[in-house]
């Protein structure tokens, strides 16, 4: 329902091979930081920046020991190691991670030095980021750049340096990133009004801001949303309406849930979606009776929407993937699991959620980056419980500025290694990004129409599970085989970002060997991350929405079927004394998927193939197999 423009930067820039130096001592040379070779698709630069706008200029410190990320992960995940499943303490991830002395002392140092007085600098509370409102004059002298005013063809503007900035040789290697700068507000657009949200980076602390925040995640939707006109109760008519009972059948999944007290559950809203009740129990009624009266518990974050909010709400645009998504994982885990809610306001950012989870991952009274997500005043910061496993069926194309996206990965990583499992939808455009359907041109803009793969994310971060889609072919039973849908292309390819995670080396290679040149390889980067990881039953999927019996599908369909089979197989390794698990071992324990394609950007995509495939992943899940190999582990 919901559409966003993502705006991109070149994904290959990187440090800088060329210098520039300004007058003064030697330090005071500056290398180029980070840039774009064009504006993003959609902008054009309009004029100098006023010299005198204010820019709440935020710097993200280079994070200690991060080069070992992989290796602690791989220490805790792997049954090999002696150290497997003993997850680590946030306050241990928080002190390991934490920007070395020198780094901050370097960076003060630098700002000292160009006249921004430390009583004007903050540090946030992992010592991760420093920020300090500059003007304009300071921000061009410091990064040695030049802002301007850049306008959109909606008539939104907004400030950045397209050309790129710089640091000096000796602050370089401990900035990750500076912002505002190449970033570029992001325009989120409500499917249903194309009503835009405008937001000065001058105002930031103004309430319009607070409205808009994000709102760089995209709803995989897949497939508008129509009334069913026949609601099967059976499994034989799962081609044409899949239900809880289809699933059942697909997987074999029928857990015996007994930690229900220990095992927590989240499912994220982004993006101003909403819950009905109503809805929820129509649909329970229907499909689950046992489990109607299962309410979610409701956890706000940066929002003024509370429980009440969710039995008024009554517009598909604000509740079809709420509605979606508590629909299946209630349906499937039935009524005594609780399920928690996670609604996410202001436009909905994924590091919005992150902050409310995560109080050592907030950068002062809101936001991470201003222009991408927003400000928030009285920002939640570690107020929300953070749960075993979360289901978030949002994505958005893999354009973002890549350092910013490198530093968010990070913090999936990081928590990750406390014990939670995060799973991604991959998206409903095959190869191309997810709602905007943009594809990479050779200069690195995003654009509509043909041009190369351009991936979701964060399903492509490594440390997130991301999932796929499937269908019951026409005419077909859930005693066959699979395919990819075919209403809509499932999201899958490979990051032009974030190499290819260390635990699909084998898999992916096996893939892109028996795929040859069948695809052009000049259109996807076959050494980055490969998605999707998995997959499950995405179309047609039976749903109450305004209180009707309605088909939807999407990747948005199939992230909560996952979600709930990680939560059963979560149980009953804590019900045998051990701690919640995320792995991606055991390809065998999935029902492989070998027919279809994901088209997008002017092509058919990728075709499914015999094991691992960047349309459905390692396949949908055999629970009976999971559960026993997991259980076997130590």
């Known amino acids: 329902m919901i559409t966003l423009r993502i705006l991109i930067v070149l994904l290959g820039a990187t440090l800088a091979v060329s210098a520039i130096s300004l007058p003064g001592s030697p ?24 010299p005198d706008t204010v820019l709440p200029l935020s710097i993200a410190l280079r994070q200690s020991n991060m080069h070992n990320l992989d290796d602690y992960l791989q220490d805790i995940a792997d049954p090999e190691s002696p150290n497997y499943g003993q997850w680590w303490t946030p306050a241990r991830v928080v002190e390991t991670f934490r920007p070395s002395a020198h780094t901050l002392d370097t960076v003060r140092t630098w700002l000292a030095e160009e006249d921004i007085a430390s009583d004007r600098v903050q540090m946030s509370k992992d010592g991760g980021y420093l920020r300090a409102n ?6 061009e002298r410091l990064l040695a750049t030049e802002y301007y005013v850049y306008q959109h063809e909606d008539g939104s503007e907004d400030v950045g340096c397209h050309h790129g900035y710089h640091l000096p040789a000796h602050v370089v290697e401990h900035v990750d990133l500076v912002m505002p700068t190449v970033q570029f ?26 409205a808009k925040a994000a709102g760089y995640m995209k709803r995989p939707n897949g497939v508008a949303p129509k009334k069913a006109t026949q609601i099967w109760m059976d ?4 081609d044409q309406l899949a239900t809880i009972d289809c699933f059942r059948a697909l997987y074999n999944f029928y857990p015996n849930l007994t930690e229900t007290k220990k095992n927590t559950i989240g499912v994220v809203e982004l993006g101003d979606q909403l819950l009905n009740l109503g809805d929820l129990k129509m649909f329970l009624e229907k499909f689950n009776p046992n489990a109607a009266e299962n309410v979610p518990k409701f956890i706000g974050i940066d929002t003024d929407t509370n429980a009440g909010n969710l039995t008024t709400a009554t517009d598909p645009n604000f509740i079809s993937e709420g509605d979606l998504d508590f629909e299946l994982v209630i ?16 436009g909905g950012s994924v590091n919005f959620f992150l902050d409310g989870i995560d109080g050592s991952f907030c950068t002062f009274e809101g936001g991470d980056d201003p222009n991408i997500d927003g400000v928030i005043p009285n920002e939640d910061c570690g107020t929300a419980p953070p749960a075993n496993v979360f289901s978030v069926s949002f994505t958005g194309g893999e354009d973002l500025p890549p350092f910013y996206m490198q530093r968010e990965c990070q913090e999936f990583g990081k928590l990750t290694m406390t014990g939670i499992t ?15 359907n943009l594809c990479l041109a050779d200069n690195g803009t995003a654009v509509p129409g043909p041009g190369n793969f351009l991936p979701n994310f964060p399903s492509t971060c490594p440390y997130v599970t991301a ?12 005693h066959d085989p699979e395919s990819a849908p075919t209403a809509f292309g499932s999201g899958g390819g490979f990051s032009n970002v974030f190499p290819r995670a260390h635990f699909q080396h084998r898999q992916v290679a096996q893939y892109l ?37 309605t088909i939807v599908g999407g990747s948005s369909a199939a992230t909560p079927i996952w979600a709930a089979v990680v939560v059963a197989i979560n149980d009953a390794r804590l019900a045998h004394g051990k701690g919640p698990i995320y792995s991606h071992l055991f390809a065998d324990a999935f029902h492989d998927v070998t027919n279809g394609t994901n088209p997008g950007c002017g092509t058919d995509g990728f075709p499914a193939m015999p094991g691992w495939d960047p349309v459905t992943g390692l396949g949908t899940p055999n629970f009976p197999v999971l559960l026993k190999r997991f259980l076997a582990l130590k």
């Open 27 to 50: 330090r005071s040379r500056r290398v180029l930081h980070e840039r774009r070779d064009a504006p993003p698709h959609g902008w054009t630069l309009h004029r100098r920046a006023d």
């Open 134 to 139: 500059v003007t304009v004059t300071e921000a």
């Open 185 to 210: 507000e992001t325009v989120r657009l409500h499917g249903y009004s194309k009503q835009r949200k405008r937001r000065a980076v001058a105002q930031a602390q103004a309430r319009d801001a607070h």
């Open 235 to 238: 499994v034989e008519h799962c």
């Open 331 to 346: 349906g499937l885990l039935g009524a005594e699991q609780e399920v928690q809610l996670y609604e996410v306001g202001s």
């Open 422 to 436: 995060f799973l991604f939808a991959s998206g409903d455009d095959g190869v191309a990004s997810n709602g905007d």
């Open 467 to 478: 999932v796929g889609a499937t269908q019951v072919d026409p005419g077909k039973s859930v």
């Open 513 to 549: 060997h028996q795929l040859g040149d069948a695809v052009d390889p000049r259109l996807f980067n076959r050494t980055g991350r490969a998605i999707p990881d998995v997959s499950a039953n995405g179309f047609p999927t039976a749903a109450v929405i305004d209180a009707n019996y």
